[in-house]
């Protein structure tokens, strides 16, 4: 007999893999705004928000359009099932300030863990999560620079494998080192889709874990912020 969905995700620990919207968090010259609209306290009947964000704000996803010259789907274009997917989970968090992911990190990487395959999420953990927050009196932003990130070859050969989506906890897939964002360049056109500034990566296995990460549908959207999650067997990570 079938299990039920309810069932089967009793098995599954659901990892956060998401970032909290708000003022402070790290983001580009770009404003952001949650702007009381309506409240108790002025005497309404209901509390309401308006929210000013940038579609690349916070823990997001870029669709294949965001690359100027790339005729690829747009948010609302891009069906839901290419939003979910099984993980492959990357522990490349021995990577250091502007370090590149090589497509031979990854060769390794299948080593030990086994192949990556076609519709694979793949996700990289650099460890790069650790300057989302930073103590008062720091530097304001450095999450925003110096990030390592992957080669363009590295994203190539994952692209030839046929993968659904890239996601890291960088703040771009490409390493600051690479100002001409190549990463970007070799997967977009090839309808891979890009996950950025996920968080709690390390809380995600090598294999076995589940990802879903759907965006609003934003009409003509380049990216949107994504509440992304993983679905983890219980007792595997």
Same mark, same amino acid.
């Given at each position: ?18 970032h ?36 690349h ?28 997917g ?15 992911? =090589? ?6 990487? %299948? /080593? *030990? ?5 076609g519709?694979?999420? #793949? +996700? &990289? ?26 080669h ?19 703040? =771009? ?6 100002? %001409? /964002? *190549? ?8 309808g #891979? +889709? &890009? ?28 990216g ?11 007792g595997?990570?």
């Open positions: 007999m079938k299990a039920n969905i309810a069932e089967v995700l009793a098995g599954y620990d659901v990892v956060d893999l998401s909290t919207l708000e003022d402070g968090m790290p983001r580009p010259q770009v404003p952001y705004g949650h702007i009381p609209w309506k409240s108790e306290r002025l005497g309404d009947g209901f509390n309401t928000f308006m929210v000013l964000v940038f579609e704000a916070g823990t997001h996803v870029d669709a294949p359009v965001h690359l100027a010259g790339t005729r690829g789907a747009t948010i609302d274009e891009v069906p839901p099932e290419r939003w979910m099984p993980v492959s989970c990357l522990d490349m968090s021995h990577k250091r300030e502007r370090e590149f992911v =090589t497509k031979a990190d990854v060769q390794a990487w %299948e /080593e *030990r863990h086994g192949a990556i395959e519709g694979d999420v #793949v +996700l &990289i953990n650099t460890g790069w999560e650790c300057n989302w927050r930073v103590p008062s009196g720091v530097e304001r932003q450095p999450y925003l620079k110096n990030n390592p990130g992957l363009f070859e590295a994203a190539e050969y994952l692209a030839d494998r046929g993968v659904k989506l890239v996601g890291g906890d960088i703040p =771009t897939i490409d390493s600051d080192a690479d100002p %001409e /964002e *190549r990463a970007h360049k070799a997967l977009l056109p090839r #891979v +889709l &890009i996950l950025e500034n996920a968080a709690n990566l390390e809380m995600v296995p090598p294999k076995g874990a589940y990802f879903i990460g759907l965006p609003l549908k934003i009409g003509d959207g380049t949107s912020p994504v509440r992304a999650i993983a679905l983890v067997p219980k595997l990570a």
